[in-house]
């Protein structure tokens, strides 16, 4: 049996960025999630972001774009029938806390 190098991480900064994203899931699933890449408005804030013109990382997909993405899956339309019309939905603030650490080889 070979040991390998452990590894520690020690904390490289004390900043911590805290930031919220949001889920739109059926009522009462949990483990079921309408992605934000769904929403068609997606890709013009995600790319507005990278661009530098949106500040915070849940600018791209806050509160209002999951009210407004349950909009949009209420409308839309598969084999001719609208599934989701009537569907019960719940939104989900999921809280992310960022860390740097940096690793060193023991």
């Not at 661009?51 to 598969?78: C, F, M, N, T, W």
Request: without cysteine.
């Amino acid at each position: 049996m070979k040991v390998v190098k452990s590894e520690t991480a020690q904390l490289e900064t004390g900043e911590k960025v805290y930031y919220s994203n949001w889920e739109v899931r059926p009522a009462g699933v949990s483990n079921k999630i309408y992605p934000p890449t769904g929403y068609s408005k997606f890709k013009a804030r995600l790319d507005a972001f990278n661009k530098g013109e949106l500040k915070q990382p849940e600018q791209i997909y806050g509160l209002a774009q999951a009210l407004d993405h349950i909009q949009e899956l209420r409308r839309s339309v598969k084999a001719g029938k609208n599934p989701l019309a009537k569907a019960d939905f719940e939104v989900v603030e999921v809280t992310i806390i960022k860390t740097s650490y940096k690793t060193t080889r023991l």
